[in-house]
């Protein structure tokens, strides 16, 4: 899967970064390379939702799927 990302010069120094197609999917880095490492993170986060928070029917399904 490829990603889209936008990468902001962040007014303090460094950088920051968001995900448009994972909305609130944000992160920051000191140096464009911390950037890159952070992001990675960042989007692995915000796939790895925990299926315990949500109400689950005997009648549904919980699959895993490789994107």
Known sequence: ?????????AEEGGF?????AIPG??????????LLSNIYEA???CLSVDVQDI????KD??????V
């Open 1 to 9: 899967m490829k990603l889209k990302i936008v990468v902001h010069e």
């Open 16 to 20: 920051w970064a968001e995900v448009p």
């Open 43 to 45: 989007v692995e986060g």
């Open 55 to 58: 109400t689950v029917s005997k």
């Open 25 to 34: 999917c944000v992160t920051q880095g000191e140096t464009f390379a911390e």
């Open 61 to 66: 399904r919980v699959m895993e799927i490789a």
